[in-house]
């Protein structure tokens, strides 16, 4: 069963850095790219990344990608998403999810992660 679990949120300060990691189910990455989103009070769902399990390939979404980095461990059991320079506007839970292509389109992707909160406050 695919499964998808992300850690590492919180609160920090405007200008800080955070690292998001989603564990995901065995073999995930062998079939499965992994894409992260979030969702701020109000605001439409928005793909920031997504990073292609086979060959770990990007993509981006251009507002984040100076400041963004999606990776993924050599086991092929987690992908990270790097978030540095945080704005207060990033606040928002940020979700992982898979998909059976790369996209940042949440449509596309057949299993989500339940979210964690990322706060960024002074």
């Known amino acids: 069963q695919l499964q998808l679990v992300e850690s590492g949120g919180g609160l920090v300060q405007p200008g800080g850095s955070l690292r998001l990691s989603c564990v995901v189910s065995?073999?995930?990455?062998?079939?499965?790219?992994v894409g992260w989103f979030r969702q701020a009070p109000g605001k439409e769902r928005e793909g920031l990344a997504c990073i292609k399990g086979t060959d770990g390939s990007t993509i981006y979404k251009e507002s984040v990608k100076d400041r963004f980095a999606v990776s993924r461990d050599n086991a092929k059991t987690t992908v990270y998403l790097q978030m540095n320079n945080l704005r207060p506007e990033d606040t928002a839970v940020y979700y992982c999810a898979a998909a059976h292509w790369k996209s940042l389109t949440s449509t596309d992707f057949v299993a989500w992660g339940r979210g964690i909160q990322v706060t960024v406050s002074s």
């Open positions: 065995e073999r995930t990455l062998d079939y499965y790219s």
